[in-house]
């Protein structure tokens, strides 16, 4: 009798085949996917795989085959874990820590601004610009970089940036004629997009000739997404065949300058210093020679120029030394309480926590390299409560975000200089008819500190309207901060509202 056999005889009339024995089953990738889940308790997100069509599921595979499961993993853990731990109590920022305005000597203004043009001169400077957010508020689905907040010129908020941008090279190329021949300066621009906001950002820079920028000195990098989670960190999906994300907040700046290897784009060029803004501040003073050669010149690895907070109660975040003889931090006006956000220092007067962030930050590249090491190694992010769209409708979930500021603890010592409001704060984030921050509010501010500049220049106004709702607007051709105004308005009458330019 013959021993049993898993090999098939097949008899014919003629021979006899035998074939091998069948290949057990493999998995599917969708069973394979469904199992590298299991390991992080994701796999519902497979739940609805049998209603789906094969296009959907291609869909759903590839939404999850793109995510760095480990990272999010870790991320979400994390996170959540870190919610409800103490952390240490908080001080007000020594005063040492701080360039106050009225300490600030005409001497130390000169010598900060030689300073800062010359690491401009020596391509030292790079520039960094968080864009990733749509006009939404305003009413407009286009980057918010493209507004235009209605200003005599029509400008939008990215031609006003790179005009200063131009500015500056300018007056760097002069200030160092004379030490060296003159010739052209170059400060490298990086702007960081989302999703959303990448491509219009791209064609809205290349459809206006990069406003006279060379478009090999302008970088694009987007930001990065993560998925929303629910309160337990289970994936929220969006529709049956893909996830609900949400980018992972203006801190992102640091994992996208690594991931996108822009940092070694940086140190290959011998930048040294990095300016990092946002782009709804109409009064930015980017690549403020001033600010650099100050920060230069205390040899700090951060900085930031700080306003001071209105009144006690202003919903602002502000600056704060976090532990007895700790890093210098940011705190979220929720975090003060009544007594404290009106406690003042008995010597100087102002309020003990008056420092406000209004996301104007300097670093060393170095610090950069540091922070982003640091943040992705602690994988602690802020968890916001928002309403996140899923199959069921909008639903109370977290998204997971970094925020700029979250980069200070990591820094050995971080300097701050104070900045008058007026001069160089006009942020646009609501909609007109707003109570503040809006297009209409920011184009005043702008239009008053012109005009005061071109009086003091010698020139005259004449208005048909009252001139506290009107002025002019200089061009960031003409002059970057007020100087240099003499030769165009010196005993001229203009007309407002007008665009003073070359």
């Known amino acids: 009798m013959k021993e049993p056999t898993t090999e098939i005889e097949i008899e014919t009339s003629a021979v006899t085949t035998i074939l091998p024995p069948p290949l057990p089953p493999t998995a599917s990738p969708h069973q394979a996917l469904v199992e590298r889940l299991k390991d992080y308790g994701q796999e519902d997100v497979f739940s609805l795989w049998d209603e789906l069509s094969p296009e959907e599921r291609d869909l759903l595979l590839r939404d999850i085959e793109n995510l760095d499961l480990p990272r999010i993993d870790r991320i979400i853990r994390c996170s959540l874990h870190s919610q409800g731990l103490p952390v240490a109590a908080?001080?007000?920022?020594?005063?040492?820590?701080?360039?106050?305005?009225?300490?600030?000597?005409?001497?130390?203004?000169?010598?900060?601004?030689?300073?800062?043009?010359?690491?401009?001169?020596?391509?030292?400077?790079?520039?960094?610009?968080?864009?990733?957010?749509?006009?939404?508020?305003?009413?407009?689905?286009?980057?918010?970089?493209?507004?235009?907040?209605?200003?005599?010129?029509?400008?939008?908020?990215?031609?006003?940036?790179?005009?200063?941008?131009?500015?500056?090279?300018?007056?760097?190329?002069?200030?160092?004629?004379?030490?060296?021949?003159?010739?052209?300066?170059?400060?490298?621009?990086?702007?960081?997009?989302?999703?959303?906001?990448?491509?219009?950002?791209?064609?809205?820079?290349?459809?206006?000739?990069?406003?006279?920028?060379?478009?090999?000195?302008?970088?694009?990098?987007?930001?990065?997404?993560?998925?929303?989670?629910?309160?337990?960190?289970k994936f929220i999906m969006e529709t049956p065949f893909s996830l609900s994300k949400a980018p992972d907040g203006n801190g992102g700046v640091y994992t996208a300058l690594k991931s996108s290897r822009l940092l070694e784009d940086m140190a290959s060029r011998g930048i040294k210093y990095v300016d990092c803004y946002g782009v709804d501040n109409v009064l930015v003073r980017v690549a403020d020679p001033t600010f650099l050669g100050y920060f230069i010149d205390k040899s700090a690895a951060s900085a930031a120029k700080v306003v001071r907070k209105a009144y006690p109660q202003e919903k602002v975040g502000v600056f704060v030394r976090r532990g007895k003889g700790g890093p210098l931090t940011v705190v979220e006006y929720t975090e003060l309480d009544q007594s404290m956000a009106s406690a003042t220092n008995q010597q100087t007067g102002r309020l003990q926590y008056c420092w406000s962030n209004v996301c104007l930050h300097m670093f060393t590249l170095d610090f950069l390299n540091q922070v982003a090491n640091g943040l992705e190694k602690d994988s602690v992010y802020h968890l916001a409560e928002k309403k996140i769209p899923s199959i069921n409708g909008d639903i109370v979930g977290l998204k997971l975000e970094q925020f700029i500021f979250d980069c200070f603890p990591y820094a050995p010592s971080t300097a701050l200089f104070e900045v008058l409001r007026e001069e160089e704060f006009a942020p646009v984030k609501n909609a007109n008819g707003s109570n503040y921050d809006t297009p209409e509010s920011a184009r005043l501010l702008v239009l008053r500190l012109h005009t005061r500049w071109v009086i003091a220049a010698g020139g005259f106004l004449t208005h048909s309207v009252p001139l506290y709702a009107t002025g002019v607007e200089v061009s960031p051709l003409c002059s970057y901060a007020g100087e240099n105004l003499e030769a165009i308005c010196r005993g001229r009458t203009f007309h407002a509202p007008c665009e003073i330019s070359l």
């Not at 106050?100 to 001169?121: F, H, P, Q, S």
């Not at 020596?122 to 235009?148: A, W």
């Open 90 to 233: 908080i001080e007000p920022v020594p005063e040492n820590c701080v360039s106050t305005v009225e300490e600030r000597t005409k001497e130390d203004r000169e010598k900060w601004w030689k300073m800062g043009l010359k690491a401009i001169y020596e391509g030292k400077l790079g520039v960094v610009l968080l864009s990733g957010g749509q006009g939404t508020r305003l009413g407009s689905s286009d980057p918010k970089g493209c507004y235009n907040i209605g200003l005599p010129s029509g400008k939008s908020l990215f031609q006003i940036q790179a005009e200063r941008i131009l500015c500056v090279q300018r007056l760097a190329s002069q200030a160092m004629s004379e030490a060296s021949p003159t010739r052209p300066v170059t400060i490298q621009w990086y702007i960081m997009t989302s999703p959303f906001t990448h491509e219009p950002t791209q064609k809205f820079f290349e459809s206006h000739k990069y406003f006279g920028l060379e478009p090999d000195q302008v970088t694009f990098f987007q930001q990065g997404t993560l998925p929303c989670i629910s309160k337990d960190g």
